[in-house]
T-cell receptor
Framework: NAGVTQTPKFRVLKTGQSMTLLCAQDMNHEYMYWYRQDPGMGLRLIHYSVGEGTTAKGEVPDGYNVSRLKKQNFLLGLESAAPSQTSVYFC?????????????FGSGTRLTVV | AQSVTQLGSHVSVSEGALVLLRCNYSSSVPPYLFWYVQYPNQGLQLLLKYTTGATLVKGINGFEAEFKKSETSFHLTKPSAHMSDAAEYFCAVSEADGGYQKVTFGTGTKLQVIP
């Protein structure tokens, strides 16, 4: 009964380094999302996917790339990390485009860029 | 475009007192509305949701919310606060957008429960 699993949970990067955040869900959900959470700003959508092999930009996509090669996995990449990308990153999934069900969230990745 | 406004970034209540967290929304279509709760160092959990039908919805942990179309509000309440209710609460509105569920979150309200 894992739900949505995010790895790693914590990471410190130096400016200019790259990294990939992994999100895995075991609920056979079609839709997956990456959000960032910053104090006083709530959650902002970075990228999302409506199915295997598809991705789309959200509200704040600059500096990030994503891939959805397998239905259960959604990867978020930072090619050249910047201090402005210090944040808590949440992955979420949902079962359909219907608005009824809400999201299932992972427990987050706390990223610090120094 | 849809939006969500949560009034009060911090709310303090005494244990046993009424909890009232305010949320107002705007949406171009009939809204679906959600409340999520986030405990420290955890992800968001769905607390309750309004889709259609009864305007008073009940969620987990004794929380409920009432959809008031005329006031464009979806305030969250609990009759008696418990220490374990201390968390951050997010209101969200959802509408279909090109085949996916576009969800807009409010900025959150941190609830402090004073013993």
């Amino acid at each position: 009964n894992a739900g949505v699993t995010q790895t790693p949970k914590f990471r410190v990067l130096k400016t200019g380094q790259s990294m990939t955040l992994l999100c895995a869900q075991d609920m056979n959900h079609e839709y997956m999302y990456w959000y960032r959470q910053d104090p006083g700003m709530g959650l902002r959508l970075i990228h999302y996917s409506v199915g295997e092999g598809t991705t789309a930009k959200g509200e704040v996509p600059d500096g990030y790339n994503v891939s959805r090669l397998k239905k259960q996995n959604f990867l978020l990449g930072l090619e050249s990390a910047a201090p402005s990308q210090t944040s808590v990153y949440f992955c979420a999934s949902s079962s359909s485009p219907d608005r009824v069900y809400g999201y299932t969230f992972g427990s987050g990745t706390r990223l610090t860029v120094v | 475009a849809q939006s969500v406004t949560q009034l009060g970034s911090h709310v303090s209540v005494s244990e046993g007192a009424l909890v009232l967290l305010r949320c107002n929304y705007s949406s171009s279509v009939p809204p679906y509305l959600f409340w999520y709760v986030q405990y420290p160092n955890q992800g968001l959990q769905l607390l309750l949701k309004y889709t259609t039908g009864a305007t008073l919805v009940k969620g987990i942990n004794g929380f409920e919310a009432e959809f008031k179309k005329s006031e464009t509000s979806f305030h969250l309440t609990k009759p008696s606060a418990h220490m374990s209710d201390a968390a951050e609460y997010f209101c969200a509105v959802s509408e279909a957008d090109g085949g996916y569920q576009k969800v807009t979150f409010g900025t959150g309200t941190k609830l402090q429960v004073i013993p």
